[in-house]
Nanobody
Framework: QVQLVQSGGGLVQAGGSLRLSCAAS????????MDWYRQAPGTQRDLVAS???????NYADSVKGRFTISRDNIKNTVYLQMNSLKPEDTAVYYC?????????WGQGTQVTVSS
């Protein structure tokens, strides 16, 4: 059974930083890769950042240069470091992995950036 448990997030002023964590069990992040999505009220869930099994990373244009996705294979945890946060980054953030043909999601973490 794959489980993704998120931590981090909260309220921060514009220009501040936060780090999200996604701890995985039942899978190996260096094999399955991991994505971070976010969803603001009334909008669709959008892909923010990805890290593949190779270690290659990819980012949405809106967060390039500000967000960094990384992983700790020993802790089986993926991180999203978010710097220079903007009010438009306010959303619920979800980690996601695909394993044996199924999608697995974290429980979601609220990030609120005040202006």
């Amino acid at each position: 059974q794959v489980q993704l448990v998120q931590s981090g997030g909260g309220l921060v002023q514009a220009g501040g930083s936060l780090r999200l964590s996604c701890a995985a069990s039942g899978t190996f992040i260096w094999l399955s890769g991991m994505d971070w999505y976010r969803q603001a009220p009334g909008t669709q869930r959008d892909l923010v950042a990805s890290i593949r099994s190779t270690g290659a990373t990819n980012y949405a244009d809106s967060v390039k240069g500000r967000f960094t996705i990384s992983r700790d294979n020993i802790k089986n945890t993926v991180y999203l470091q978010m710097n220079s946060l903007k009010p438009e980054d306010t959303a619920v953030y979800y980690c996601n992995t695909k394993w044996t043909g199924r999608d697995y999601w974290g429980q979601g973490t609220q990030v609120t950036v005040s202006s």
